[in-house]
C-alpha cells in the first residue's frame, strides 16, 4: 500500500440518479484526509466508508454549482457534533466562503475546530498548500463559471537507508539523513563510500490532479503534465459531444485525450450524465485514446495510487 | 386507502448515524405533496420513495437546526434541474428564508417553477394555508431556539350521495350539492325526503399534527387537542430524561403523555439519538401511557393516516 489513497465518495453530475452520489473525494495520505469537493451526502458516504471526521484537514471546492459543495454545511455541523479537533481548512471562491461562514455561524455557532477559510484564485495557478513534502495547487478550468482544478504533489522522498550496511561502515546518526537524501559517506580514513551501496531507491513520489467541471482543454493538460494520476470529468460519451461542448463539460474520449497529452500514467473518470446506466462505455472510449490505467470511478471506490489497485466498489 | 398518507423519509435526531437520516416526512393528500423539515438527503429520499418533485407544493420547515433544514437548497435545485412548475412555498423562520433564498440566487438563479418564502411566526398560532377543505397552521414549539409545529386539517367533507336513490326521487342535478352537504329533499309534492335516505356518512375528516423539535409542554398538548393523528419527537427513552430536558427534547414516554393529553388517535414517534439501537423500546415506553396506537417511524414507511396501515418499512 502506498502513501496515497483515493477514495470516491461520489461520482454523479448535476441531475441525482439512485445510482451516484453528486461529486466527494477524499485524499488519504499518511493517515490525513483531505476532501475535493463535497455534494450533498458527503458526511453519510464518509461514515459509510469508514473515513474519520477528525483526520480531515482540508476541504477544496472547485466551484459553486450545488453538486459540488451542498453537503459542506451538514458536514461541518456533524464535524463539531463529533467535537472534531484541530484546523479544517475549507478552499473556495470567495462568494462561497461568505455564504457557508454565514451558514455555519447561523447553525452552528462556535465549533469545536478550528475553521479556516482560504479564497481560490479561480484565474491563476497559484499554491494553496506548502509544506516540507507535499504541495497543493489551484489552477484554472473551463466551466461555465469560475472552476478550479487542484494538484497534489508529493515532494522527492528521501532514499531508504540500508541499516546493516550503515552499522557496518559506522555511519553515525547525525550523517544518516544527508545519506538519506543521497550523500556519499567519507569514512574517516578518507574512503569514499558510494551512497547506492547504503541505501536503496526512495519510494516514487506520487501526484494526483482533480478536474471538475471542464471542457476539455490543452491549458490544463500542460498544468499536469507529468501528473501520476489523472481525475478528469467524462460526463458524457461520444454520442453527446455537442452537448458536452455546450454545457462546459468533456466526453470521456476527451478526458483519455487530456491524459494522454499529460503524459500521465492513470486516468480516472467521474461526473458522469444521468444517461448512462453503464460507465463501461465511457471508460472504453477513454482507453481508446490513452495507453495508461483507465478507471470508471463508483462509489465506495478506493484506488491506491501508488500500484493502482482497486478495493471496495 | 384514505386521502392522507404520511410518508417518513428520515426520523433520526442531530447526530448523523448509519440506521437513520435526518427529520423529513412528506405528507401525500389526493396526490399532492408536502413536505415537513428537509435534512439533508431529502431530495434522494424522495427519489427512492417515488415521491415526484412536481407533485411538491409546500415545504415546513420547524427551526433552523441542520438537521430539519439542510436538504432544502438541494432540493430546491434538483426540482429545477426537473423543470419542474407550478409554486412552491417555503414556510420558515426570517433568518432562514434569507439565507436559502441567497444560496438559491448565488446556485440556481431563475428556477422552473415560482418559488415564494412564507415567514412563519414562532410566537404565535396562525393559520398558514387555507383552503376550502384543508387548513395548515403552525404553532409554538418549545425547543433551544424559535420552532413550530405544524397542524394539517382537512374541514367536514360533504356526504356520499346514494345515486341511485337520488334518481329514484328524482333529486335534480342542481340540488345535488345541497344534498351532500347535509340538506333534506322536499319533492314537488311536498313530500319531504330526509337527508339520510339520500346520503350515507361522509370519510372522516383527518388531521395531522408535527411537533419537533420540543420540551413536552401541556400547551402544546392543547393546540393539538383532538388531532387524529400526533408526530411527536422522542430523542430520548426514560434512560436520559434529565438529557432530554436539559437539552429541550422529550422522551418517548413524554410523547406518549402529550398524546393522551390532546385525546389522540394515533402517536408516531420519532427524532431518534443515536444512543438508541432499538426503537422497540421507546415504542413501548410511549405505549405504557397512551392507549391508542403508537407507531416508532422508519424510513421508507408510509402511514395511512385513515385506517393506520403501515406499509414499506
Redesign the interface.
Known amino acids: 500500500m502506498s502513501d496515497m489513497r483515493l477514495h470516491i465518495l461520489g461520482c454523479g453530475s448535476?441531475?441525482?440518479t439512485?445510482r451516484h452520489n453528486p461529486s466527494c473525494q477524499v485524499l488519504e495520505r499518511r493517515g490525513e484526509l483531505m476532501m475535493i469537493d463535497c455534494g450533498?451526502?458527503a458526511?453519510?458516504m464518509m461514515?459509510?466508508m469508514r473515513l474519520r471526521y477528525n483526520r480531515l484537514r482540508h476541504i477544496f471546492i472547485s466551484h459553486?454549482?450545488?453538486d459540488h459543495c451542498?453537503?459542506l454545511?451538514?458536514l461541518l455541523?456533524?464535524m463539531a457534533?463529533?467535537e472534531a479537533g484541530g484546523t479544517v481548512t475549507v478552499h473556495i471562491l470567495r462568494?462561497?466562503a461568505d455564504?457557508f461562514a454565514?451558514?455555519m455561524e447561523?447553525?452552528?455557532g462556535p465549533v469545536s475546530y478550528r475553521l479556516e477559510w482560504d479564497i481560490l484564485d479561480p484565474a491563476e495557478r497559484r499554491v494553496i498548500v506548502d509544506r516540507d513534502d507535499f504541495t497543493v495547487e489551484s489552477f484554472p478550468l473551463y466551466h461555465r463559471v469560475a472552476c478550479c482544478g487542484f494538484l497534489f504533489r508529493e515532494k522527492a522522498k528521501p532514499r531508504h537507508l540500508l541499516g546493516d550496511m550503515a552499522n557496518f561502515y559506522g555511519v553515525p546518526h547525525y550523517r544518516r539523513q544527508e545519506i538519506r537524501m543521497g550523500a556519499d559517506f567519507v569514512m574517516p580514513d578518507g574512503t569514499v563510500i558510494p551512497n547506492d551501496r547504503l541505501t536503496r531507491e526512495a519510494d516514487p513520489a506520487l501526484s494526483y490532479a482533480y478536474c471538475s467541471d471542464t471542457m476539455a482543454a490543452k491549458r490544463v493538460a500542460k498544468v499536469v503534465e507529468g501528473v501520476d494520476t489523472l481525475y478528469h470529468e467524462a460526463t458524457y460519451g461520444d454520442d453527446n459531444a455537442a452537448l458536452a461542448r455546450k454545457r462546459g463539460h468533456s466526453t470521456a474520449r476527451q478526458a483519455g485525450e487530456i491524459a494522454a497529452m499529460a503524459g500521465a500514467r492513470r486516468l480516472v473518470i467521474g461526473h458522469y450524465s444521468k444517461r448512462y446506466n453503464d460507465e463501461e462505455q465511457l471508460r472504453r472510449e477513454a482507453a481508446s485514446v490513452f495507453a495508461g490505467q483507465v478507471i470508471a470511478a463508483n462509489e465506495g471506490m478506493t484506488i491506491d495510487l501508488g500500484n493502482g489497485d482497486i478495493a471496495g466498489a
Chains 1, 2 share one sequence.
Do not use: D, I, K, Y
Open positions: 448535476a441531475v441525482p439512485p450533498e451526502g458526511q453519510s461514515r459509510r459553486l454549482h450545488g451542498f453537503g454545511p451538514g455541523s456533524t457534533l463529533h462568494e462561497g455564504l454565514r451558514m447561523q447553525f452552528c
